[in-house]
């Protein structure tokens, strides 16, 4: 396979760090095949930041080695993700005269949009990871998504730019090269990622948010006329509902995250009242202790409860037809769902990442979302990449057949 060919998705999570390898199909036009895919407990990280480098490298490359192993490649490239509640978002614009008012260009595009990403006030310590076009507006005129071709002598580009602490950029950079990995393509944010593995472009069109609840936070990114909205990292995830288990029985966290994914369920009005399935609780060579699947529920809740209500206050007063879509590691538990719309009154529905060739069944389920949405993100860049290229290629190509023409008088 040639190298440009595969690309890899990285996620570093709190919990686990997955990879996963795509092989770019070019007689298929840009599709991608899963080749092999890796994951290791996560070390080193807290809340989504690195906060011992050489504990997250060797977790980051034992998920590399496996993946490699499945793929029966080296992995020379990789698509970082990035999230933490250091992660900011914010609307931007910039207005540019155009140059030819009869025909704008994609270099008055360009300025446009640069002139947005100037103008943005980026808070100290912070870089910025992503300018991404929203929409733009010629001449005061209604909001378009495509301005090249048309005519104005005006034109305002609106953007959302995201960015990242400066300093959680470079530890994960530095993880990366610990772990040997010869080359970073690119970063980006972890709901970015997600979105992008998980999202029908009708969805993002008519409105819809999509939470990514993984185990110490909880990654949001709302779409609205096919156009990002808001970005935001919650500092609360699954791990806190681990935790809250662990402490009212007084059992290791082990156990507890045992007795969360097995037995657990989000919403109390699932489990009746008088079940007659209590859970045995057993530490060490005391007798078993016991609690009722009901009892457990309302300590799921309560946290459960919390989480949602911070999607909730997130989403505002948005008007979403695509309601909310729940992914990542929590997405799964037993009743979630249901008690998420109750408490945002959306429709509410689970989200896995679309279908690839190949090994598509090993990542079909929640937790990989955003390690296949970076290797999709970072595919798109690439086409994007190539299709640049090939406009100045084009753009060289009529510069040389417009001295033709005045060489011979036309």
């Known amino acids: ?19 996963v390898v795509c092989h770019t199909l070019p007689s298929l036009d840009g599709q991608m095949e899963i080749i092999g895919v890796g994951s290791a407990s996560s070390k080193g990280l807290r809340r989504g930041v690195v906060v011992d480098i050489n504990l997250t490298a060797e977790a980051i490359r034992e998920a590399i080695t496996e993946a490699e ?8 490239v990789v698509c970082l993700g990035i999230t933490g ?35 943005a006030a980026i808070p100290d310590g912070q870089n910025i990871l992503h300018v991404i076009e929203q929409n733009f507006v010629i001449d005061m005129d209604n909001r378009i998504k495509e301005p090249i071709g048309m005519s104005g002598s005006r034109l305002e580009a609106n953007v959302y730019i995201i960015t990242g602490n400066t300093s959680g950029i470079q530890s994960l950079l530095n ?11 690119t970063i980006a944010v972890s709901p970015l990622a997600s979105a992008k593995s998980v999202l029908q472009r009708d969805e993002r069109e008519v409105g819809v948010a999509l939470a990514d609840i993984g185990d110490q936070t909880t990654d949001i990114i709302i779409y609205k006329e096919d156009a990002i909205q808001h970005v935001i990292v919650l500092p609360v995830g ?9 402490q009212y029985l007084k059992v290791p966290l082990p156990m507890a995250e045992e007795i969360k994914l097995h037995r657990g369920c989000a919403w109390t009005a699932w489990v009746p009242e008088d079940d007659t399935n209590p859970v045995p609780i057993t530490t060490g060579s005391t007798p078993p202790k016991f609690i009722s699947r009901y009892e457990l529920a309302q300590i799921i809740e309560y946290r459960t ?4 209500e911070g999607i909730s206050n997130e989403i505002g007063e948005m008007q979403l037809p695509g309601g909310l879509v729940l992914t990542g590691g929590t997405a799964l538990m037993d009743g979630l769902t249901e008690l998420a719309e109750q408490v945002l009154q959306l429709r509410v529905q689970v989200g896995y990442p679309m279908e690839l060739k190949g090994l598509s069944d090993r990542v079909n389920y929640p937790m990989y979302a955003t390690s296949l949405g970076l290797a999709m993100y970072g595919e798109t860049l690439r ?13 060289a190509m009529g510069g040389v057949f417009r001295r033709i023409k005045e060489w011979f008088g036309y």
Do not use: F, Y
């Open 238 to 246: 699954g791990q806190h509902v681990t935790n809250d288990i662990a």
């Open 305 to 308: 409860v919390e989480i949602l």
């Open 175 to 185: 993880s990366a090269e610990s772990a040997e990995i010869p080359s970073v393509e």
């Open 383 to 395: 086409r994007e990449e190539k299709l640049k290229q090939a406009r100045r290629s084009s753009s």
């Open 85 to 119: 509640e250091h992660i900011l978002g914010q609307t931007s614009r910039g207005v540019v005269t155009v140059k030819n008012p009869s025909q704008i260009t994609k270099d008055d595009v360009d300025r446009a949009v640069q002139s947005a990403r100037t103008i």
């Open 69 to 76: 192993l499945m793929a029966g490649i080296n992995i020379e």
């Open 1 to 19: 396979m040639a190298k440009g060919t595969i690309i890899t998705g990285l996620d570093i999570g709190s919990s686990k760090i997955s990879a």
